[in-house]
């Protein structure tokens, strides 16, 4: 298996409500990325991590912050969830040199904002 | 940023037919990958391309790396059901940061 770990796999929360998911993976890599997936978007980075403490925006970043204290963990935070945030949310870490290696993903957070 | 654009965006096929999906981008890239996902989990690879022009086969699936380094394609030959799913083309340049991923192609396989 690919030592990546997403939770919780489902979640529905209310609008306005804090929200975090977690990305856990076991392989020591220093990058971690988070992806949302919505119905002709294909799959859109949120947030990127180059190591801990280290991470920068991605497309479509707004009303999203992350945190990465340590190496195995990559949080994603919804300030306060909205409507448009309703989607799945998957993690990705990179297992090579280079991004053109490819990417692992987890498994997904399917997340209803109500 | 850069976009890629994959075609069709889904496709509807009887069990025994060969399946073609491509991806273009207005930008070079000099990696080319292809994913597959499944209901209900993460896109996992399954070919990646590293040349302009290559051809790389992965039993009933094989991928081109366009010469232009601008496209590329993935070609499933005699389909069955357990090729449902989505499929993602997606592009990685010379830095290494970062892929692009194409908006997606699902397949529907009927038996």
């Known amino acids: 298996d690919a030592g990546i770990t997403q939770s919780p796999r489902h979640k529905v929360t209310e609008t306005g409500t804090p929200v975090t998911l977690r990305c856990h993976q076991t392989?020591?890599?220093?990058?971690m990325y988070w992806y949302r997936q919505d119905p002709g978007h294909g799959l859109r980075l949120i947030h990127y991590?180059?190591?801990?403490?280290?991470?920068d925006k991605g497309e479509v970043s707004d009303g999203y912050s992350v945190s990465r204290s340590k190496t195995e963990d990559f949080l994603l935070t919804l300030e306060s969830a909205t409507s448009s945030q309703t989607s799945v949310y998957f993690c990705?870490?990179?297992?090579?040199?280079?991004?053109?290696?490819?990417?692992?993903f987890g498994s997904g957070t399917r997340l209803t904002v109500v | 940023g850069q976009q890629l654009n994959q075609s069709p965006q889904s496709m509807f096929i009887q069990e025994g037919e060969d399946v073609s999906m491509n991806c273009t981008s207005s930008s070079i890239f000099n990696t080319w990958l292809w994913y597959k996902q499944e209901p209900g989990e993460g896109p996992v690879l399954l070919i990646a391309l590293y040349k302009a022009g290559e051809l790389t086969s992965n039993g009933r699936l094989t991928a081109q790396f366009g010469i232009t380094r601008k496209d590329s394609f993935l070609n499933i030959s005699a389909s069955i059901p357990s090729d449902v799913g989505i499929y993602f083309c997606?592009?990685?340049?010379?830095?290494?940061?970062?892929?692009?991923f194409g908006e997606g192609t699902q397949l529907t396989v009927n038996p």
């Open positions: 997606a592009g990685g340049e010379t830095s290494g940061s970062r892929l692009t």
């Open positions: 990705a870490i990179r297992s090579g040199q280079l991004a053109n290696y490819g990417y692992t």
């Open positions: 991590s180059y190591g801990v403490k280290d991470t």
């Open positions: 392989e020591n890599h220093r990058y």
